[in-house]
């Protein structure tokens, strides 16, 4: 059984930080379908300027884009390290499994809005969470249904 312990992004961002000081990377489920250049290596949700050329917003935020089925999981990697401006991430380095003739050698960057957008899931260790969060973390888990889209990267 795979459990997930539902936090904040921004506290979310701040374990993966943690966990990158020290030395070690962390394994994260996103989706990749949205917003990236797979040859530069780009994963940026501001890339493209769909509004201004087509008049259209076609933003969803997280919470609808699961429940519209527009978005979910679909693709795992590793977060190697991070650029921070006065304490807050402003961009990622990723590691990615698609081959070193991709990306910048098989790394790519993703913006912390991509990041808050499409990034679902992250393993960081439990030593890094509050007496609060470990707390939640052991109490019963409420099991999702076999169709929710939070298990899709759980096998």
């Not at 007496?131 to 249904?145: N, R, T």
Request: aromatic letters at 14%; proline letters at 2%; charged letters at 30%.
């Amino acid at each position: 059984m795979v459990t997930h312990l539902n936090l904040k992004m921004d506290r979310l961002k701040e374990l993966v930080i943690k966990q990158l000081k020290d030395g070690h990377i962390v394994w994260f489920g996103s989706d990749v379908g949205f917003y990236g250049d797979r040859e530069t290596g780009i994963w940026d949700d501001r890339l493209f300027d769909y509004d201004s050329a087509l008049g259209l917003d076609f933003k969803m935020d997280k919470g609808e884009a699961l429940d519209y089925r527009a978005s979910a999981m679909n693709h795992a990697m590793c977060i190697t390290g991070v650029a921070l401006k006065n304490g807050k991430a402003t961009k990622w380095k990723i590691e990615n499994s698609w081959g070193t003739d991709r990306g910048e050698k098989g790394y790519y960057y993703m913006s912390s809005s991509w990041f808050d957008h499409f990034v679902y899931q992250a393993v960081v260790d439990k030593k890094y969470l509050s007496e609060a969060e470990l707390k939640a973390y052991s109490s019963k888990p409420i099991e999702l249904k076999p169709w929710d889209p939070m298990g899709s990267l759980a096998d």
